[in-house]
């Protein structure tokens, strides 16, 4: 028979064993910025991406295991804005939805969304192409949607100074590495992100960082790189299964949330947190 001491180390010792991750904190503000065509291992150690993988990786976690939704990258743009590929299966412009999205739940909730994309023409502009092919719609899910103001659809100029609840910076098409090499993109990174970075450690905010297809695809796995950090997100790397729902739904259980559409049947990314 156990005695009452040793009784009481086992249950606290299974009670240890027990105990689920930390939820999903309660952060003020999340930015989101998606990269372009590439799947995890021609990012993951390569060489041509110094900053991610010496200076975000080790500044937050490592999903090693995150998995875009579908080809080419326009659904999974939608996806990951509103839980659905809205029917999607190209990069078809112009579309437009009347489907709840991640914008019109933060506004229900009083909080405000903005969507930034570097190279656009104008604030508001829902032109399918623009400034000699660097701005592509098709990668700006917010301007598919008829609730989303022209005022939430920005010109990316550098992080704002009064970000809202949620902020999503698409590059250009030649920073986001769709068009441009590996290098090029992971020195944007290098030069917008340290400043993102920074502003969260004092304002409550974390970051997100990924891609929106793998390209190539060559196990059809669809595994793309991606890292969060911020003062709440540990430090090292996950082997968890997420996908872009998932990442939808992490950022509305963030802000308490409810869920639109295919994401609800997500888990929120867990066991990375703080």
């Known amino acids: 028979m156990l005695t009452l001491p040793i009784l009481t180390l086992a249950l ?7 105990a689920p991750p930390p939820g999903v904190p309660h952060a003020a503000h999340v930015t989101i910025v998606m990269m372009e065509n590439r799947n995890y291992a021609s990012i993951v150690g390569n060489p041509s991406a110094p900053y991610f993988n010496h200076t975000l990786v080790a500044e937050g976690m490592l999903l090693r295991n995150y998995h875009a939704i579908a080809h080419p990258s326009e659904p999974n743009y939608l996806a990951l804005f509103s839980g659905s590929t809205q029917g999607v299966t190209g990069d078809d412009c112009p579309v437009e939805f009347g489907a709840r999205n991640l914008a019109t739940e933060l506004a229900a909730a009083g909080l405000a969304f903005a969507g930034y994309a570097e190279s ?4 508001g502009y829902r032109g399918c192409v623009g400034s000699g092919g660097l701005y592509g719609r098709k990668h700006v899910p917010w301007a598919d949607f008829a609730d ?6 920005r010109v990316y100029r550098g992080f704002p100074a ?6 999503w910076i698409t590059p250009n098409m030649c920073d ?4 441009c090499s590996t290098r090029t993109g992971d020195r944007w990174l290098a030069a917008h992100l340290p400043q993102i970075v920074a502003w969260d450690a ?4 974390w970051l997100v960082v990924t891609w929106d297809e793998a390209d190539p695809d060559p196990d059809a796995s669809n595994r793309v790189p991606a890292v969060i950090v911020g003062p709440m997100v540990a430090q090292g790397a996950s082997d968890r299964r997420a996908d872009h729902y998932a990442l939808l739904r992490t950022i509305e259980e963030n802000f308490r949330l409810p869920c639109i559409a295919r994401e609800c049947s997500a888990a929120p990314i867990a066991g990375i947190w703080r």
């Not at 989303?148 to 659809?153: I, M």
């Open 120 to 123: 656009m023409p104008r604030d």
């Open 148 to 153: 989303v103001s022209p005022e939430q659809n």
């Open 176 to 179: 986001d590495m769709h068009d």
């Open 162 to 167: 009064d970000p809202p609840a949620v902020l």
């Open 202 to 205: 004092k304002h409550d905010g």
């Open 12 to 18: 606290l010792a299974a009670s240890s064993a027990a």
